[in-house]
């Protein structure tokens, strides 16, 4: 009987196991779901990172707007002179160095000349020489005029020999005609100094113009010679140049040449001062090609010379469709005009700062070419965001593309 009821009997332990097990498989699909909502909520929090190209904001001009052609050249000298000398000599004073300004006759160097001197010193001595033996021959001539006209006078009343006056006759011819030769002497003398003058001049090394020396060829104790024909010797003391006579000289390919005119407007840029724009005229078109290049020399004036403008500068000529207006010759900041978008009505440009983007409001300008003016809330050489996807956000890491 007690085996039966203990068979009847029901285990404690075996009826709550079932229970809790239940509450265990309905709690799962709660807790599963938990979960990927927290990861959805996380990921959606996470700024993402978007890789994209930047660029930075910088300096630009409106002549952008309207340039027609670019091309790069040289600023030259237009009145350029080497100083030589046509004697051979050894430099013996050098007035001027690099930099120096010099004035039209101004003297710049001297040669050594002391041979040059006596030989002046002897022409003159022969002119004297000359001028006296005009004098003598003067003075031959006065008296055999006389003689002859006494012995004409003689011959005529038969008083004296017709022999008697043909010798006269004879020595007023000679000494006529020894006059005439004296006289041509004393030109040769005389033309002798002047060319002896003329050589102790070349000794002398004047400026033919007003000018800034570029360059010093020579010091003193050199030899200068008119050829430089040895290694020792030297053709050119100094090389000077008119800084008034400065233009730009570019070369422009044969099928661009119908985009530059005479007197067209230009706007020159300098390597050497990158923050400023200079403005030009086409001065000249020269009227034949470089077969080798296929281009056609331009020179391109300054409308106002700056004396920082040196020869030789490397510089960019912008040949611009119409001239310059004058609120259009100052520079803005700028930005690629695909970097300005909108967002919430607003216009912005992401400025990337850290790593991260910042949608940044602007107030932006005229389109020059590519870029767009941006006239604040940017500063030259912050970098934005060029092309920003639909999808970014201030916040966003962004990374620029690999290279």
Same mark, same amino acid.
């Given at each position: 009987?007690?085996?039966?009821?203990?068979?009847?009997?029901?285990?404690?332990?075996?009826?709550?196991?079932?229970?809790?097990?239940?509450?265990?498989?309905?709690?799962?699909?709660?807790?599963?779901?938990?979960?990927?909502?927290?990861?959805?909520?996380?990921?959606?929090?996470?700024?993402?990172?978007?890789?994209?190209?930047?660029?930075?904001?910088?300096?630009?001009?409106?002549?952008?707007?309207?340039?027609?052609?670019?091309?790069?050249?040289?600023?030259?000298?237009?009145?350029?002179?080497?100083?030589?000398?046509?004697?051979?000599?050894?430099?013996?004073?050098?007035?001027?160095?690099?930099?120096?300004?010099?004035?039209?006759?101004?003297?710049?160097?001297?040669?050594?000349?002391?041979?040059?001197?006596?030989?002046?010193?002897?022409?003159?001595?022969?002119?004297?020489?000359?001028?006296?033996?005009?004098?003598?021959?003067?003075?031959?001539?006065?008296?055999?005029?006389?003689?002859?006209?006494?012995?004409?006078?003689?011959?005529?009343?038969?008083?004296?020999?017709?022999?008697?006056?043909?010798?006269?006759?004879?020595?007023?011819?000679?000494?006529?005609?020894?006059?005439?030769?004296?006289?041509?002497?004393?030109?040769?003398?005389?033309?002798?100094?002047?060319?002896?003058?003329?050589?102790?001049?070349?000794?002398?090394?004047?400026?033919?113009?007003?000018?800034?020396?570029?360059?010093?060829?020579?010091?003193?104790?050199?030899?200068?010679?008119?050829? %430089?024909? !040895?290694?020792?010797? +030297?053709?050119? $003391?100094?090389?000077? &140049? *008119?800084?008034? =006579?400065?233009?730009?000289?570019?070369?422009?390919?044969?099928?661009?040449?119908?985009?530059?005119?005479?007197?067209?407007?230009?706007?020159?840029?300098?390597?050497?001062?990158?923050?400023?724009?200079?403005?030009?005229?086409?001065?000249?078109?020269?009227?034949?090609?470089?077969?080798?290049?296929?281009?056609?020399?331009?020179?391109?004036?300054?409308?106002?010379?700056?004396?920082?403008?040196?020869?030789?500068?490397?510089?960019?000529?912008?040949?611009?469709?119409?001239?310059?207006?004058?609120?259009?010759?100052?520079?803005?900041?700028?930005?690629?005009?695909?970097?300005?978008?909108?967002?919430?009505?607003?216009?912005?440009?992401?400025?990337?700062?850290?790593?991260?983007?910042?949608?940044?409001?602007?107030?932006?300008?005229?389109?020059?070419?590519?870029?767009?003016?941006?006239?604040? %809330?940017? !500063?030259?050489?912050? +970098?934005?965001? $060029?092309?920003?996807? &639909? *999808?970014?956000? =201030?916040?966003?890491?962004?990374?620029?593309?690999?290279?």
């Amino acid at each position: 009987m007690q085996d039966s009821l203990d068979a009847l009997r029901i285990d404690g332990d075996a009826k709550v196991a079932p229970r809790r097990s239940g509450r265990r498989r309905r709690l799962w699909p709660w807790i599963l779901a938990a979960l990927l909502v927290g990861a959805g909520v996380f990921w959606l929090a996470k700024p993402r990172v978007h890789t994209l190209s930047l660029a930075p904001v910088v300096q630009a001009y409106p002549s952008r707007a309207i340039t027609v052609l670019t091309a790069s050249g040289y600023v030259v000298a237009q009145r350029k002179a080497s100083l030589a000398a046509k004697v051979t000599s050894q430099l013996a004073w050098l007035g001027v160095e690099e930099g120096s300004r010099v004035h039209k006759g101004q003297v710049v160097a001297r040669l050594e000349h002391a041979d040059l001197d006596a030989a002046r010193s002897e022409a003159a001595h022969q002119l004297a020489a000359a001028a006296a033996q005009v004098d003598q021959a003067e003075a031959e001539l006065t008296d055999a005029t006389l003689n002859y006209k006494r012995m004409k006078t003689l011959a005529n009343r038969g008083v004296v020999a017709r022999s008697e006056h043909d010798t006269a006759k004879a020595r007023f011819d000679k000494a006529t005609a020894a006059v005439s030769q004296a006289k041509a002497s004393l030109e040769a003398r005389r033309e002798a100094l002047r060319q002896a003058g003329a050589q102790l001049s070349y000794t002398e090394l004047t400026a033919p113009f007003d000018a800034v020396v570029l360059t010093k060829n020579a010091d003193v104790g050199d030899i200068i010679t008119p050829l %430089g024909a !040895s290694s020792t010797s +030297k053709a050119a $003391v100094v090389t000077i &140049a *008119d800084m008034g =006579s400065l233009a730009v000289e570019v070369d422009v390919a044969e099928s661009s040449l119908h985009l530059v005119q005479r007197g067209g407007p230009c706007e020159i840029f300098l390597d050497a001062i990158p923050t400023e724009r200079f403005p030009g005229v086409v001065h000249m078109i020269v009227p034949t090609a470089d077969r080798t290049k296929a281009t056609v020399l331009i020179k391109v004036r300054f409308a106002t010379l700056d004396p920082r403008i040196l020869p030789e500068m490397s510089a960019k000529v912008a040949f611009l469709s119409r001239p310059l207006a004058a609120g259009e010759t100052a520079s803005r900041p700028a930005v690629p005009a695909t970097a300005v978008t909108t967002r919430n009505g607003a216009t912005v440009v992401f400025v990337v700062k850290n790593g991260r983007a910042v949608a940044t409001p602007v107030t932006p300008g005229e389109t020059m070419g590519n870029l767009r003016a941006v006239m604040s %809330g940017v !500063s030259v050489g912050d +970098k934005v965001i $060029v092309s920003p996807p &639909a *999808d970014l956000r =201030s916040g966003d890491a962004v990374a620029p593309p690999e290279s």
